[in-house]
């Protein structure tokens, strides 16, 4: 009895073990497969969809100028010399600020538009006349009555006041080419006919000699007043700069104390900064002026937003400064695009490189986005999306698409059919560890 029980309990123990460690051909088989592929989603999106264009640019002002030193006013008058430096590369500065002495005489700055392309004098007339007057006015020495663009007595005072107040003295038309002062000789001339009027008087001379002696008198009046109106302060082109806007800065300084003044003195840059970017030929088909554009200082920090002002329809070579440039143009060419600010940017910017995101394309308001790779077409040019449902259920979802950007789509159901916003598409597979491993 007891050798049959305990039959009885080896042959159940081998029963159990052996149903839990032999399988069945059809178990064996299924085991051998490879699970089944993990499915890849991505969920759909209601937001703006935006095309971008990422670039480097310079930031720079509107205007650059050279600075030169005049000729001189003989031929034998010895080279100019460097006397004084009065700013540093990088400085700011404003209208009115002496920025070199050159031999003793000022190089100074105005604000005006126009170049200055000859002396400055008494009686001269035209529109930088009337630029001179307008930056005279502007620092505070006011023309008098002349007439607008018209150098007249209030010119020359306001001239006068202001080489005064950057402590030179105002260089003078003086005499004509003998030397002489024409309005002394006129003053001479006056005088002279004044006492030839006043013997006559006195001496009871004939009414027609007083008569022309009077005639006499006011001709010399007349020249004296027209030696007047051309003679006394000036402003000698070697002596000005005008500059459309200020603050200015100094992009370098050359200029040494005691050097010869050489081809350029300084390079200084004024008006509102820009920011000049890259683009190589597949980008430029993308940017179109009037795009929005982000631009960010990675050196300081700061965000701001422009406009595209201006693409070049030809390639041209970045300038070497520009590091961003070279970066965005392997080949070395690029076409030229230019940003405005929305606001005036920050001074400390000049002559940094910055980052610059272009918006190319937009979805305007928010849409419906799914990735690209969610997207099928079938053999009737019809596109659709997969939906997974929580069940595992899969929906096809037929869909217009719309704008496209950054690897996403807009996508509109067609026909009522439902998407929405949270929904799960179907972007991929992923191959089991197996199928990699046997790859």
Known sequence: MTALAVGSV???????????YVKSPAQAAAEAQPPAPDVLTATVERRVLADT?????????????????????????????????????????????????????PVFVLRGRLPVYRDLKPGSHGDDVRQLQEALRDLGHATGGDAAGTFGAGTKTAVGALYASIGYEPVTTGGGKDGGDPVEAARDEVKGAQRALDGLVRDKAEADEIRYARE????????????????????????????????????????????????????????????????????????????????????????LTGTVSAVANTPTVPETEGE?????????????????????????????????????????????????????????????????????????VEVRPGTSGDGYTE?????????????????????????????
């Open 324 to 396: 961003g440039a070279a970066a965005a143009t392997p080949a070395g060419q690029g076409y030229a695009v230019t940003v405005k600010p929305d606001r005036a940017l920050p001074g400390r910017l000049a002559g940094q490189d910055v980052r610059l995101t272009v918006e190319a394309g937009s979805s305007g308001g928010k849409v419906l986005v799914v990735p690209v790779s969610a997207l099928s077409a079938g053999a009737d040019s019809r596109t659709r999306v997969t939906v997974l449902e929580r069940s595992g259920e899969r929906r096809r």
């Open 216 to 303: 006499d008198l006011a001709e010399a009046r007349s020249e004296l007043a027209d030696a007047e109106a051309v003679s006394g302060p000036m402003v000698p082109a070697s002596e000005v700069v005008f500059l459309s806007g200020f603050p200015a800065r100094v992009d370098s300084m050359t200029a040494k104390v005691g050097a010869a003044a050489g081809e350029k003195l300084a390079t200084v840059s004024a008006g509102r900064l820009v920011v000049t970017g890259f683009l190589g030929a597949q980008e430029k088909d993308l940017i179109r002026p009037g795009q929005k554009v982000q631009v960010l200082s990675e050196v300081y920090g700061d965000e």
């Open 10 to 20: 080896v042959l159940v123990g081998a029963t159990l073990w052996t149903s839990a």
């Open 53 to 105: 264009v990422v670039t480097r640019g310079a930031v720079k002002a509107s205007q650059t100028v050279d600075i030169a030193p005049g000729g001189t006013a003989a031929e034998d008058a010895a080279k100019p010399v460097v006397t004084k430096v009065m700013v540093r590369s990088g400085q700011t500065f404003r209208s009115g600020r002496v920025l070199v002495e050159v031999s003793g005489r």
């Open 411 to 439: 996508v509109t159901p067609v026909g009522g059919a439902p998407l929405a916003e949270g929904d799960k598409v179907v972007v991929g597979v992923r191959p089991a560890e197996g199928d990699e491993a046997a790859k």
